[in-house]
């Protein structure tokens, strides 16, 4: 059967070329959205949804709904029986975030407190956010991996993701509870064999130093008991091995029976992976779903392609004396499509049990482990410290390649042989001179990486513009 993953927010944009690559990898989308930027098709359903439909030749489940109504949400959760949440949901413009910041504050930080609060009491603990580049501000250096700090935020668009990616870190570390295990945990590898002494967690006794430093182990648990009691119930389950002069630990699930003896039951913890977007842009090949702006685009693409089809007279480059090769604004864009297979890859990530991951301090410079198969080795920390487990997993979704304004301006008059005019204004609060990714780290461990250049992006954003000149609207 078929996984359900609810998807807030996927109406709009992203969250439709996400759905859209849901059903093409056999998932079973729930889609949520109150159509603050959507066009409403036949009946009740979403004309971006509709339209997804058609092309996929698959269902799509959708409900409108607001997420800053809880009541809603729990409904919806009795509804269903979720394996993930994918949480687009939000206000997501920089100029308009500086103009309206409570907007942003109430709908983008309140949401997503309601959701979790309705996640944790249905023991849904897989989540996909929607985060930005924004978190990082003004890059100290570029281009800006995931070690880079976050917080020195210019806008309050961008400071909503950062408190979000926050509040997410917290959650996941407060679930997390150090309790010793009841009894010894069997290897993996071979559980009818007894453990051996040295490798009991919280047994007080270690036949080595590096051993030493794993004696208790960090478990999580969203119940009140971490054995099972009653069963067979699934749950988490942490494996412990001596090899290859380390010490290794597994996660995984088993369903666990009151005369299990040789595995300690340990509930769901939450599993988060943080998707930093730099800018999308394009549409779908099929020209059938695109970006349709409700109102003046804050975007720059949506506007050009609009200047383009005749429907605004000109572009607005807000500023063009900054420290860039022609002055204006340079930005990192990615295709939707390579943005959305990121998100695929993201759910993938999330079967790994990704929000319990073994280390120091994490990436800036000092982690202390490594994945192999899907196991962790665990480095000897410090005399007198723990390892201590990082919660979720963040990675950039970008190309690594920036481009200023007046380049994607010339890249759009290619593919739609028009001419765009455009005139320099002064800049835009909350804006960076520069901003692009290191994707490095999404290569290496979510298999991902963008595939479509700049000409395929403006090719297909031209395309649905010519096929929808006033959008989804002129045929809802």
Known sequence: MAEKVLVTGGAG?????????LLEAGYAPVVVDNFHNAIRGGGSM???????????????????????????LQRLFKKHSFTAVIHFAGLKAVGESVQKPLDYYRVNLTGTIQLLEVMRAHGVKNLVFSSSATVYGNPRYLP????????????????????????????????????????????????????????????GSASTEEE??????????????????????????????????????????TACTPNSHRLTCVPQAWNAVLLR????????????????????????????????????????????????????????YIHVV??????????????????????????????????????????????????????????????????SVLQMVMAMEKASGKKIPYKVVARREGDVAACYANPSLALKELGWSAALGLDRMCEDLWR???????????QA
Request: charged share 20%; net charge negative.
């Open 212 to 253: 030493a430093g794993v004696q208790e182990a960090a478990v999580t648990r969203t119940r009140s008991h971490s054995t099972c009691r009653e069963g067979p119930i699934p749950c988490s389950f942490l494996g412990i091995e001596n090899r290859q002069g380390g010490l290794w630990i597994q996660l995984g699930h």
């Open 277 to 332: 977007y730099f800018n999308p842009i394009g549409a779908h090949a099929s020209g059938c779903i695109g970006e349709d702006p409700q109102g003046i685009p804050n975007n720059l693409m949506p506007y050009v392609s609009q200047v383009a089809i005749g429907r605004r007279e000109a572009l607005n480059v807000f500023g063009n004396d900054y420290d860039t090769e022609d002055g204006t604004g340079v930005r990192d």
């Open 338 to 403: 390579d943005l959305a297979k990121g998100h695929i890859a993201a759910l993938r990530k999330l079967k790994e049990q990704c929000g319990c991951r073994v280390g120091g301090e994490g990436r800036e410079g000092k982690e202390t482990e490594a994945w192999t198969n899907g196991a962790q080795r665990v480095v000897s920390p410090a005399p007198g410290t723990v390892p201590v487990l990082l919660s979720g997993q963040i990675y950039n979704l970008g190309t690594g390649t920036g481009y």
């Open 144 to 203: 800006l991996d995931e070690a880079h700090p976050t917080g020195g935020c210019t806008n309050p668009y961008g400071k909503s993701k950062f408190f979000i990616e926050e509040m997410i870190r917290d959650l996941c570390q407060a679930d997390k509870v150090r309790a010793p295990f009841d009894s010894a945990v069997a290897p993996l590898t071979d559980p009818s064999q007894p453990t051996p002494a040295s490798l009991r967690v919280g047994s």
């Open 46 to 72: 979403p004309e971006s949804l509709r339209r997804v439909q058609e092309l996929t030749g698959h269902s799509v489940e959708f409900e409108e709904m607001d997420i800053l109504d809880q009541a809603a």
């Open 464 to 474: 649905w513009q010519k096929q929808n000149p006033s959008g989804f609207g002129a």
């Open 13 to 21: 944009y992203i969250g439709s070329h996400t759905v859209l690559e």
